[in-house]
Structure formats: C-alpha cells, structure tokens
C-alpha cells in the first residue's frame, strides 16, 4: 500500500494506538489518585468514628464526603489527562471511565473501607484495560 492512501491508513494506525497508550496512562494516574483518596479519606472516616466513641452515625460525612469526591473527580481527571496529552474527542471516554468507576469502587467499597484495604489489583487492571479501549476508540475524522 504505497501511496498517499496508505499513507493516510498507516498514520491512523499509529495515532489510534497512541492514544490506546495516552488512554492506559491517564487512567491508571487517575485511578491512583481516586483511590489514594479513597483509602485516606476512609481512614479520616474510621478515626472520627473512633473518636466519637462509635457513636451511631459516626464518621458518616467523612464517609460520604469521600466518596462523593473521588466519584466526582474521576471523570474531571480523566478529562485533564487527555487534554495535558493533547487529545480530543473523549466525551465517551470521560463518561463511561467516570461511571464505570463509580460502579467499581462501589461494588469494592467495602474492600477499600478497612484499613490497609484496596481494590483488587485484576478489577484495577481491567479498569485501566477499559479505559484504554475506549480512549482509542472510532472517530469521525480518522480515515
């Protein structure tokens, strides 16, 4: 295939599995991030529960407040990951990572709540696999 067609398949080609590898990179910073903040901010959780005496509802706002912000900046990170990376059309991207996240880390919410907890690392390594199909996913003006 030589020739400016070629050319033009070949380019996309490389482009589409650059930003496969752009995608796998910016989830995985992502993901780290949320769920550095998870585990502290559940750590902030059970302290304050402990200090209250475990009285009932202890430790609830920092509960919820922690999650709330790890579920609402997993999107916001994936967005700024890509746009540091200089790459475009990722409204799929940013939706389905944030949302997928939502329901990962909330099915694992339990597992990341005890101390020392995490997410089992194959979930983590599906989720930046995801992340990295759909941020090298069809887009209009590859030819």
Wanted: aromatic share 12%.
């Amino acid at each position: 295939m030589s020739g400016p067609i070629g050319l033009r398949r070949a380019r996309s080609f490389v482009i589409r599995y650059v930003r496969h590898a752009k995608g796998a990179l910016t989830v995985a910073a992502a993901t780290a991030a949320c769920h550095g903040i998870m585990s502290g901010g559940y750590a902030w959780s059970r302290d304050s529960a402990t200090a209250s005496g475990d009285t009932i509802f202890a430790g609830t706002f920092e509960f919820l407040f922690t999650t709330a912000a790890s579920w609402a900046l997993m999107p916001l990170l994936l967005w700024f990951g890509m746009l540091v990376l200089r790459e475009t059309g990722n409204t799929v991207f940013v939706l389905v990572g944030g949302l997928v996240w939502v329901v990962l880390s909330g099915y694992f919410i339990d597992d990341i709540d005890r101390a020392g907890g995490h997410i089992p690392i194959p979930a983590l390594a599906a989720y930046v696999l995801l992340g990295a199909a759909l941020a090298g996913g069809h887009r209009p003006d590859d030819a």
